[in-house]
C-alpha cells in the first residue's frame, strides 16, 4: 500500500504544497499558489514531468486548493487515486495546548483558535487552510504539526522569563520556540550521519534562513533555544532584531511617539540585516562586504557576533557539546557565515576544514577537521518530509 502524504503550508497570501511519498522520502510533486487574495495570482507546479507557472485569478484559499487539484490532473495526478492517506498542515504556533501533532477535528480546531492570539500574523491563516483543505478533499484525515511542539517541553528554567508570575501565566508568556520541525529533522539525521546513539549526543543546530533560529539538544531532547514567545528574539535575522532590550520599544513609544504597530513593524521587518545593510540576501550582502559596504560589513559582525554568543551560551548549557550543524538557506549555502561564525573556537574543540566547507556539494555532509573534537555539519533541513512523517505517524496509530 502507497503511503503518500500531501503536505500544505498555508500563509495569509500563499499556499505552499508537496505530495511526498514517505517511505523513499521521494517529492512526487510541490508547488505554490502565491497571491491569494488577487485577482493576478500564480500557480506553479512541479513534477517528473517538468515545472508550468500560470496566472489565475486566486480570491481566496477555497478558490487556490481548486487551483490545486487541477495542476495535479494537468500533471497526470488523480488525488483520489495517488495513494494519499493524509493531508498534513504546517501550523505555526501550538501554544501550550499541543506538544505533538493532532489529528484535525472539531475540538483540536477550537483549540488551535484559542492559541491564535500568540500567533495573530500566521495561525488565522493556517487554520483557513485546514478548513479549506477538509473541503478540498473530504475523505482525507487531515493533521496539524506545530513548529512550536518540539520545543513544548524545554526545562522551566530555558521556558520561563522573569516576569510576574501572575502576569506571564494570565497572559500565556514564555518561551514557546519555533522552527521546531526543521530542529527536529536535522537534530534526528546528525546521529544518523555521525553513526552516534541519539540519547548520547550533544547538539547544537543553527537554522539560519531569512528567520533564524539556534537550538541545544541533549540526548535527543530540545534544552533551550533562541526564539522565544514569538518568533522575534535571539538571532539577528534578514528583517527581525533578534535579542532587544525590552527597554528600546518603551523608549520608541515614549520618546519617538512611535504605535505598537510602528514598532511591531520596526523590529519585525525593517531590522535585522535590512536594518543594518539595506539588504537580506547574503550573497547581495556578501557583494557589498566585498566593494568595501561599511554598514554591510558592520551587518556581517553583528551577525556573526550573535551566533557566537549562542554557541558559546549553548555550549554552557550542554557542558559538553559533540555536534554542531548548520542548516536553512544561509546554513545550507553559505561557506563565508559558516567559516566566520565558528572561527577561533579551537580551544572549545570546533575547527572547520575549509576545504570541506567550500566544497559545492549540496547534501548532508560534515565539514569539520578529523581532529576537531566536536563534529561541524551541514544538513539541508526538510521540513515537509518531517511534516509528511509526523502526520503519518498519527495517522497510522488509527489504522
Ligand atoms: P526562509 O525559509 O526563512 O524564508 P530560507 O531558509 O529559504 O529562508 O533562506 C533564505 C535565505 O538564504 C536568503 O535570504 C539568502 O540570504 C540565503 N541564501 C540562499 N541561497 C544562498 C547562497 N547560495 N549563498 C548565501 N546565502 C544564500
Do not use: W
Request: some cysteine.
Amino acid at each position: 500500500m502507497d503511503c503518500n502524504v500531501l503536505v500544505f503550508n498555508c500563509g495569509s497570501s500563499s499556499i505552499k504544497f508537496q505530495l511526498l511519498k514517505v517511505d523513499t522520502e521521494q517529492v512526487l510533486a510541490k508547488g505554490s499558489v502565491e497571491r491569494v487574495g488577487s485577482i493576478d495570482g500564480t500557480i506553479t507546479f512541479e513534477s517528473a514531468a517538468g515545472e508550468t507557472t500560470a496566472n489565475e485569478p486566486v480570491p481566496d484559499h477555497a478558490a487556490g486548493m481548486t487551483l490545486i487539484r487541477e495542476a495535479f490532473k494537468r500533471g497526470g495526478f488523480d488525488l483520489d487515486n495517488a495513494g494519499i492517506v493524509a493531508i498534513g498542515h504546517r501550523v505555526v504556533h501550538g501554544g501550550a495546548a499541543f506538544s505533538a501533532p493532532v489529528l484535525i477535528n472539531d475540538e483540536a480546531l477550537t483549540a488551535m483558535r484559542d492559541v491564535s492570539v500568540l500567533a495573530p500574523l500566521h495561525n488565522p491563516a493556517n487554520i483557513i487552510g485546514i478548513e479549506r483543505a477538509s473541503a478540498a478533499f473530504p475523505k482525507l484525515p487531515q493533521v496539524a504539526v506545530f513548529d512550536t511542539a518540539f520545543f513544548q517541553n524545554l526545562p522551566a528554567a530555558a521556558s520561563t522569563y522573569a516576569v510576574d508570575r501572575q502576569l506571564a501565566s494570565d497572559n500565556g508568556i514564555r518561551r514557546y520556540g519555533f522552527h521546531g520541525t526543521s530542529h527536529q529533522y536535522v537534530s534526528g539525521r546528525v546521529p544518523l550521519m555521525l553513526n552516534r546513539d541519539p540519547s548520547e549526543l550533544n547538539q547544537i543546530v543553527l537554522h539560519l534562513g531569512n528567520g533564524a533560529s539556534v537550538a541545544a539538544i541533549r540526548g535527543g531532547a530540545p534544552v533551550e533555544t533562541s526564539m522565544g514567545m514569538t518568533p522575534l528574539e535571539g538571532l539577528v535575522m534578514g528583517t527581525r532584531s533578534g535579542d532587544i532590550d525590552a527597554g528600546v520599544i518603551f523608549h520608541l513609544h515614549r520618546v519617538a511617539g512611535m504605535s505598537v504597530d510602528q514598532i511591531d513593524t520596526a523590529l519585525n521587518r525593517k531590522s535585522g540585516m535590512v536594518g543594518l545593510s539595506g539588504v537580506n540576501d547574503f550573497r547581495d550582502l556578501h557583494a557589498l562586504v566585498a566593494g568595501g559596504d561599511h554598514d554591510a560589513q558592520l551587518a556581517l559582525d553583528v551577525y556573526i557576533h550573535r551566533i557566537k554568543k549562542y554557541v558559546g551560551a549553548y555550549s554552557a548549557i550542554l557542558g559538553r557539546l559533540d555536534a554542531i550543524t548548520f542548516t536553512a538557506g544561509i546554513g545550507e549555502n553559505d561557506s563565508i557565515v559558516r567559516s566566520l561564525a565558528l572561527a577561533g573556537l579551537e580551544g572549545f574543540g570546533i575547527v572547520i576544514d575549509s576545504e570541506r566547507n567550500n566544497a559545492k556539494t549540496r547534501g548532508a555532509r560534515v565539514i569539520s577537521a578529523d581532529d576537531s573534537r566536536v563534529a561541524v555539519l551541514v544538513v539541508p533541513t526538510n521540513e515537509e518530509l518531517e511534516i509528511a512523517q509526523q502526520t503519518l505517524d498519527v495517522v497510522k496509530k488509527r489504522m
